[in-house]
C-alpha cells in the first residue's frame, strides 16, 4: 500500500522529486522517530511534529498507514481523569513487526539468536565442535543452528527479515575469507545453500568489526575519536570506528593481526587465553611444579582465572604467566596505537571481565611505550559482544528497507 502524506518535512532530507517520493520521504522520518523512541515509550502526534516538522494531518494519516502494515501500534486508552474522554493517540514501535537472525561462529562453537528489532534476545542456541573434522563445514553446522533455534523461540522463518553471521575470518564484501590465511578457512559459508533454510538477505562481517559495532553501541560519547575493540581470546582481532563508522579497508582486512608474527615479544597472533593455555603446557612439558592443571584444546575459556587462582596461592609459574600476558597485551596494543592513535581501547570478548586486573600493570606498561596511551577498558558486554554487534548490524540492514519490505 501507498504511505500517506501531503508535503515535505522541514528537516534535513533531500527535495522530493514527486509526490510518491514526498509520502515516502515523510513515512521514514516519522517510522525513524518512532523507531528511535526508548523502548516501551510512546508518542503523541504532538510530539512526533514537534520533531520532524510535519503537519498533524501528515503525521496522523503516515501512523495509520504504519499501524496498518504493522510497524506501529497505537493506544488511546480512556483518561485517568473523570469526564475527560479519551487520551490523545499514542504511537508505539512494534519491535516484533520483523526479526532478525544473528550468529557468532568460532572456531570450535556456532552461537545463534533470534531477536527482536530492539535487540531483545527471543531463543539462543549454542553447538560445540570440539570433535567435528577440518576443514569444518560450518554452512551445515550453520542451518542446524538456525533451524534450531527458530524451534526453540517457535518462531516461523517467514518473520525473519534479516540476519548477520559473525566469523573470525577478514571477509571481503560479498563475505567470503580473503585468501593468505589457512586459518580463515574453518569460517567459509555457502550462501547459496543457506538460503535455502535462511531465505532472508544475509551479511557475513568479521567478529571483531562486529564487536567494535557493538562497543560504540555501548557508548557514542566520543564520536570524532577512534574507538578499537581487541578481541583477545583464542586470537587476537581488532575492529575500528573512526567518526562512528567501522573501518574495513579496502579488502576487508583492517585490524587483521596476523602480522604480529612478525613483532619481537608477541611472535603469533594468539589471544590471551590461547596463549595462557600453551604457556600452562609449556611448564608441564618442562617439568615445573605447578597447582596449575593440564590443559586440553578448547579449554581456553578457564584458563585464564586459573592462573589469576594459581597467583593468588603463590604458584611461581602462574605469576610468570600473568607477567608474559601483561607483555603480549601491552605490546600488541602498542604496535597498532602507534598508526591509529585510538582514544580508546576495549579488551572484548568471552576473557574481557577474567582480564580486568591485568590492565592497571598494561596501562603503566604502555606509558613505557608510547608518547600518548589511550584508554585501556575491560568490554562489559562478555562473550555476546559479537552478537550484539551482529544483532545491531542485522537490524540496520533490514531497517534501510523496511517501507519497501
Known amino acids: 500500500m501507498s504511505i500517506a502524506g501531503a508535503e515535505s518535512g522541514a528537516i534535513g532530507a533531500l527535495a522530493a522529486r514527486s509526490p510518491q517520493q514526498m509520502r515516502d520521504q515523510n513515512a521514514a522520518i516519522v517510522l525513524d522517530r518512532i523507531w528511535d523512541a526508548p523502548e516501551?515509550?510512546?508518542l503523541t502526534a504532538s510530539e512526533i511534529i514537534d520533531s520532524t516538522g510535519l503537519t498533524r494531518a501528515t503525521v496522523l494519516a503516515i501512523c495509520s498507514d504504519l499501524r496498518e502494515l504493522g510497524w506501529v501500534v497505537e493506544d488511546r486508552a480512556p483518561s485517568a481523569v473523570p469526564g475527560r474522554g479519551r487520551q490523545a493517540?499514542?504511537?508505539?514501535f512494534n519491535a516484533q513487526r520483523?526479526?532478525?537472525?544473528?550468529?557468532?561462529?568460532?572456531?570450535?562453537?556456532?552461537?545463534?539468536?533470534?531477536?527482536?528489532?530492539?535487540?531483545?534476545?527471543?531463543?539462543?542456541?549454542?553447538?560445540?565442535?570440539?570433535?567435528?573434522?577440518?576443514?569444518?563445514?560450518?554452512?551445515?553446522?550453520?542451518?542446524?543452528?538456525?533451524?534450531?533455534?527458530?524451534?526453540?523461540?517457535?518462531v516461523d522463518a517467514a518473520r525473519v527479515g534479516a540476519a548477520c553471521i559473525g566469523v573470525a575470518a577478514s571477509v571481503d564484501r560479498t563475505g567470503v575469507p580473503l585468501p593468505g590465511d589457512p586459518f580463515w578457512e574453518n569460517f567459509r559459508i555457502d550462501l547459496a545453500r543457506l538460503s535455502t533454510v535462511a531465505p532472508w538477505p544475509t551479511t557475513i562481517e568479521n567478529d571483531a568489526d562486529l564487536a567494535a559495532t557493538a562497543e560504540f553501541a555501548a557508548d557514542p560519547s566520543d564520536v570524532s575519536d577512534p574507538l578499537i575493540a581487541l578481541l583477545s581470546s583464542d586470537r587476537f582481532g581488532?575492529?575500528?570506528?573512526?567518526?562512528?563508522?567501522?573501518?574495513?579497508?579496502?579488502?576487508?582486512a583492517t585490524g587483521e593481526m596476523a602480522y604480529l608474527d612478525y613483532v619481537r615479544g608477541v611472535?603469533?597472533?594468539?589471544?590471551?587465553?590461547?596463549?595462557?593455555?600453551?604457556?600452562?603446557?609449556?611448564?608441564?612439558e618442562a617439568g615445573r611444579p605447578t597447582v596449575l592443571g593440564d590443559r586440553?584444546?578448547?579449554?581456553?575459556?578457564?584458563?585464564?582465572?586459573?592462573?589469576?587462582?594459581?597467583?593468588?596461592?603463590?604458584?611461581?609459574?602462574?605469576?610468570?604467566?600473568v607477567t608474559e600476558l601483561v607483555e603480549r597485551l601491552a605490546l600488541t596494543i602498542s604496535t597498532f596505537?602507534?598508526?591509529?592513535?585510538?582514544?580508546?581501547?576495549?579488551?572484548?570478548?568471552?576473557?574481557?571481565?577474567?582480564?580486568?586486573?591485568?590492565?592497571?600493570a598494561v596501562r603503566a606498561r604502555l606509558a613505557e611505550l608510547l608518547p600518548f596511551s589511550p584508554v585501556v577498558e575491560s568490554s562489559t558486554l562478555?562473550?555476546?559482544?559479537?552478537?550484539?554487534?551482529?544483532?545491531?548490524?542485522?537490524?540496520?540492514?533490514?531497517?534501510?528497507?523496511?517501507l519497501s519490505a
Open 89 to 92: 493517540r499514542r504511537f508505539a
Open 296 to 321: 586440553r584444546p578448547g579449554a581456553e575459556e578457564t584458563v585464564l582465572q586459573e592462573v589469576f587462582d594459581g597467583v593468588a596461592l603463590g604458584d611461581t609459574v602462574a605469576t610468570e604467566i
Open 98 to 154: 520483523r526479526l532478525v537472525i544473528a550468529a557468532d561462529i568460532g572456531l570450535s562453537s556456532v552461537t545463534c539468536v533470534v531477536a527482536d528489532l530492539h535487540g531483545v534476545v527471543l531463543g539462543r542456541v549454542r553447538h560445540l565442535g570440539d570433535d567435528m573434522p577440518s576443514p569444518l563445514d560450518r554452512t551445515e553446522q550453520l542451518m542446524g543452528c538456525i533451524a534450531e533455534v527458530l524451534a526453540l523461540a517457535q
Open 382 to 402: 562478555g562473550r555476546d559482544v559479537v552478537l550484539v554487534g551482529a544483532v545491531r548490524t542485522a537490524v540496520a540492514q533490514l531497517r534501510s528497507s523496511a
Open 267 to 284: 611472535d603469533n597472533p594468539y589471544g590471551l587465553s590461547l596463549a595462557a593455555r600453551l604457556l600452562v603446557d609449556a611448564a608441564h
Open 40 to 42: 516501551g515509550a510512546a
Open 337 to 360: 596505537a602507534q598508526f591509529v592513535d585510538p582514544a580508546r581501547v576495549v579488551v572484548a570478548g568471552g576473557v574481557a571481565a577474567t582480564v580486568a586486573p591485568l590492565l592497571p
Open 238 to 252: 581488532a575492529g575500528l570506528i573512526v567518526r562512528g563508522e567501522l573501518l574495513r579497508g579496502a579488502h576487508g
